[in-house]
């Protein structure tokens, strides 16, 4: 089983700034087969990105995910108020896993 | 608009059974594959289990494998999850998603609301 590790667990920021949120895999994920959700409290997750780097429909152009060997990052280039949530990564390339979030906090 | 809603959870002591129901809208049922997603009071994402767009392939994560049983109905648009041998630990918000795909592991690119099932005598 592939398991993915999620970095840091709380990240602290304003409005305004950068949010870099990691996701580490314990072994190549195969054909990029890599997603990120947002969170909501009281909310189902939502699609964000998928096969690493794609955003999804109706997604805004401040996320944007990338990849390198079993490292994904995915980036809000500039926090919004609404941005303010848990981010979870999941690998559907065998099996399927979810990592363990990162919550985004206002500071 | 594509709609999913998750009914049958409840209450229910150790060891019995409960039968979740998704009833799905808005999107082409028999095209796609679906899946349920678990999350524990203040936890993550657990995957479940998931199903085949025609259910020739069904897939159940360790943690519930012989216990839980995926099915779906597509002349009635519905997805179901029977549950038995229930324990605290699955006690859990269960999800359904639909899946980007047919068949296969795939992403999920809509959820339903979820159904909250709490375990517990």
């Known amino acids: 089983e592939i398991v993915l590790t999620q970095s840091p667990g709380t990240l602290s920021l304003s409005p305004g700034e950068r949010a870099t949120l990691s996701c580490r895999a314990s072994?190549?994920?195969?054909?990029?087969?890599l997603a990120w959700y947002q969170q909501k409290p009281g909310q189902a997750p939502r699609l964000l990105i998928y096969?690493?780097?794609s955003r999804a429909t109706g997604i805004p152009d401040r996320f944007s995910g990338s990849e390198s060997g079993t490292d994904f990052t995915l980036t809000i280039s500039r926090l919004e108020p609404e941005d303010f949530a848990v981010y979870y990564c999941?690998?559907?390339?065998?099996?399927?896993?979810f990592g363990g979030g990162t919550r985004v906090e206002i500071k | 608009e594509v709609q999913l809603v998750e009914s049958g959870g409840g209450l229910v002591q150790p060891g019995r059974s409960l039968r979740l129901s998704c009833a799905a809208s808005?999107?082409?049922?028999?095209?796609?594959?679906m899946h349920w997603v678990r999350q524990a009071p203040g936890k993550g994402l657990e995957w479940v289990s998931g199903?085949?767009?025609?259910?020739?392939?069904?897939v159940y994560a360790d943690s519930v494998k012989g216990r839980f049983t995926i099915s779906r109905d597509n002349a009635k648009n519905s997805l179901y999850l029977q549950m038995n041998s229930l324990r605290a630990e699955d006690t859990a918000l269960y999800y359904c998603?639909?899946?980007?795909?047919?068949?296969?592991?795939?992403?999920?690119?809509?959820w339903g609301q979820g159904n909250l099932v709490t375990v517990s005598s």
């Open positions: 096969g690493a780097s």
């Open positions: 199903i085949s767009w025609n259910s020739d392939n069904i």
């Open positions: 072994q190549s994920v195969s054909s990029s087969y």
């Open positions: 808005g999107f082409t049922f028999d095209n796609y594959a």
């Open positions: 999941q690998q559907y390339g065998s099996s399927l896993t």
């Open positions: 998603a639909k899946a980007l795909h047919s068949f296969g592991w795939s992403l999920f690119d809509y």
